[in-house]
């Protein structure tokens, strides 16, 4: 059975920065593309970048502007989305999610996902 789970979600101000993780079990994250989406209050769920099974990147400029990274550790099968100067419009809940996705910004085409991690920024 595979299971994601994210984790580092909290409470921070503007400014600060903030890592999330993404964990894997009954899947090798290595063996797969693995992106982050978001979703904001009312809002609908938005594709934030992907790391694909060759460890390639792609980010969506609007959501990311230069400021998020992705990563992967294959020896602990964890994801990460690491998130600098972070501003209000960050605020949403992250999920990772996890398939062999070739729309990497098609959130219905993953078949896992985790349950999200909140983050919320205040000024």
Known sequence: ???LLESGGGAVQTG???TLSCAASGLQLSNTNTAWFRQAPGK???FV???DRGASLMYNAGAAKGRFTISRDNAKNVVYLHMNNLTLED?????CA???VHAFAAG???????????VTVSS
């Open 98 to 100: 996890s398939g062999a």
């Open 108 to 118: 219905d085409k993953y078949p896992h996902w985790g349950q999200g991690t909140q």
């Open 16 to 18: 600060d920065s903030l």
């Open 44 to 46: 609908g769920r938005d």
């Open 91 to 95: 605020t949403a809940t992250y999920y």
């Open 49 to 51: 970048g992907v790391i």
């Open 1 to 3: 059975q595979v299971q």
